[in-house]
């Protein structure tokens, strides 16, 4: 992961990083750039996902084939079999 300066956008050596919360982490880094010489602290946070992981992807299925009726099931099933 390449993060850059805030103030003169040279790449950063991330000297420490500490979790703030489950989806929240801080990254301290150092500015490369000897003639700036900034220490700055950086956040990355989770934004969404690209592709539910495969425990959700399983729970949701459950949770649509639970709202169809049996017959509407028997269909589904025969589809995929
Ligand atoms: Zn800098």
Redesign the pocket.
């Known amino acids: 992961m390449k993060i850059l ?6 790449p ?1 050596h991330i000297i420490r990083s500490k979790q703030i919360s489950q989806e929240v982490r801080e990254f301290v880094g150092d ?3 000897i003639d ?3 220490r700055a602290a950086m956040l990355l946070s989770f934004s969404h996902y690209i592709r539910l992981p495969e425990t959700n992807q399983k729970n949701l299925l459950i949770e649509l084939l639970s709202n169809l009726s049996d017959e509407e099931k028997s269909k589904v099933l025969s589809a995929v079999s």
């Open positions: 300066c805030p103030a003169c956008e040279s950063m500015c490369k750039n700036c010489g900034s």
